[in-house]
T-cell receptor, first 114, second 115 residues
Framework: QKEVEQDPGPLSVPEGAIVSLNCTYSNSAFQYFMWYRQYSRKGPELLMY????GNKEDGRFTAQVDKSSKYISLFIRDSQPSDSATYLCAMSAGRGSTLGRLYFGRGTQLTVWP | DSGVTQTPKHLITATGQRVTLRCSPRSGDLSVYWYQQSLDQGLQFLIQYYNGEERAKGNILERFSAQQFPDLHSELNLSSLELGDSALYFC??????????????FGQGTRLTVV
């Protein structure tokens, strides 16, 4: 069993829909939880990060972490065609500056159609 | 543009050969990470260097090796290549120090095809 599980999709939604992406994990030591976005033929870029449990909102994006269930989510409101990409969850057991290696989910491919 | 530069962008080589992938981290970043991305495995951590020294090792094969030079650029050497080594290889860099979260910035990757 991989340490981070993520449904690869693909997920296809109409413009304006609310998108829900999620990951589960098995390592209780994970402290930082990240969402990366990867466009085709590009490197991943950080979208949001959360430390420990809780919610974090940034514009149309909301990240949620439930450490008791080992479950994290990313919600995208009012989705746009430009949101079409692969979304990868990532986690780290490091503390702050010693973030160290990241453990990635396989990524969920999202398409938002006009 | 993340500021992390990887060369070459594409590489096609035959089985049994050896290749070197190069990474220049963002200015000021002391830590370099190498990841392999394949369709079936996703992004897998290979190795991390910090200021010239190996800091952490992941699922890196013995046929693979890496190093970080005094100017902080890094090279990933892949030898005795097999068809299954075909993948995207990403380099990432980050500032390591202080107490706050430090983002890892990824390069655009090197696409390796072994034929």
């Amino acid at each position: 069993q991989k340490e981070v599980e993520q449904d690869p999709g693909p997920l296809s939604v109409p413009e304006g829909a609310i998108v829900s992406l999620n990951c589960t994990y098995s390592n209780s030591a994970f402290q930082y939880f990240m969402w990366y976005r990867q466009y085709s033929r590009k490197g991943p870029e950080l979208l949001m990060y959360t430390y420990s449990s809780g919610n974090k909102e940034d514009g149309r994006f909301t990240a949620q972490v439930d450490k008791s269930s080992k479950y994290i989510s990313l919600f995208i409101r009012d989705s746009q065609p430009s949101d079409s990409a692969t979304y990868l969850c990532a986690m780290s057991a490091g503390r702050g500056s010693t973030l160290g290696r990241l453990y990635f989910g396989r990524g969920t491919q999202l398409t938002v159609w006009p | 543009d993340s500021g992390v530069t990887q060369t070459p962008k594409h590489l096609i080589t035959a089985t049994g050969q050896r290749v070197t992938l190069r990474c220049s981290p963002r200015s000021g970043d002391l830590s370099v990470y190498w990841y392999q991305q394949s369709l079936d495995q996703g992004l897998q951590f290979l190795i991390q260097y910090y200021n010239g020294e190996e800091r952490a090792k992941g699922n890196i094969l013995e046929r693979f090796s890496a190093q970080q030079f005094p100017d902080l650029h890094s090279e990933l050497n892949l030898s005795s290549l097999e068809l299954g080594d075909s993948a995207l290889y990403f380099c990432a860099s980050s500032v390591v120090g202080g107490r706050d979260f430090t983002e890892a910035f990824f390069g655009q990757g090197t696409r390796l095809t072994v034929v």
